[in-house]
T-cell receptor, first 114, second 113 residues
């Protein structure tokens, strides 16, 4: 069975540009979460989506947005990129929105902002 | 507030030794913790979790201990193998009404043969 898949794996952008990252959850999983992992640090929560609705949001500016599609895949959008947005962006899926559900992470998209 | 932290950034052990990775947290109301393993180029992988109604939980070669008095938890890996080399994170799962993990900085475990 395929795990969580993310695309692209690597991306280089310049300051001020916009980026869209994509995530396909494990088949049957309805919840998708996004995390940002800066080099040398632990992942930091950005969003959780369940049944196409935002269920939770972390402490990130409005430049960050996301959406979930009817097939439960998800996109993370970042506008007006800053150098500090350079990071590994991780997507995680789970079967339900329950707190106790195990999260399954993809391998991430490495974003470099120059 | 929500925060977790680790005592050591890097732990070096010999193959076959037991490894202990420590983690401290600050919120006395925290009641659910998870340990993740992240290998180079991959996302975090669930290892084991523990809730505050337990002091100890065991898995395959791993044991998590929770000391609520001093707000400390540890991950013990028995008979450490080269394949255990990775960064290990403790994460708190706060009761926010949605799925959110608060990760610590991580400890790099290096296993030499």
């Amino acid at each position: 069975d395929a795990g969580v898949t993310q695309s692209p794996t690597h991306l280089i952008k310049t300051r001020g540009q916009h980026v869209t990252l994509r995530c396909s959850p494990i088949s049957g999983h309805k919840s998708v979460s996004w995390y940002q992992q800066v080099l040398g640090q632990g992942p930091q929560f950005i969003f959780q989506y369940y049944e196409k609705e935002e269920r939770g949001r972390g402490n990130f500016p409005d430049r960050f947005s996301a959406r979930q599609f009817p097939n439960y895949s998800s996109e993370l959008n970042v506008n007006a990129l800053l150098l500090g947005d350079s990071a590994l962006y991780l997507c995680a899926s789970s079967p339900s929105r329950d707190r106790g559900e195990k999260l399954f992470f993809g391998s991430g998209t490495q974003l470099s902002v120059l | 507030g929500e925060s977790v932290g680790l005592h050591l950034p890097t732990l070096s052990v010999q193959e076959g030794d037991n490894s202990i990775i420590n983690c401290a947290y600050s919120n006395s109301a925290s009641d659910y913790f998870i340990w993740y393993k992240q290998e180079s180029g991959k996302g975090p992988q669930f290892i084991i979790d523990i809730r505050s109604n337990m002091d100890k939980r065991q898995g395959q070669r791993v044991t998590v201990l929770l000391n609520k008095t001093v707000k400390h938890l540890s991950l013990q890996i028995a008979a450490t193998q080269p394949g255990d080399s990775a960064v290990y994170f403790c994460a708190e799962n706060p009761n926010t009404g949605f799925q959110k993990l608060v990760f610590g900085t991580g400890t790099r475990l290096l296993v030499s043969p």
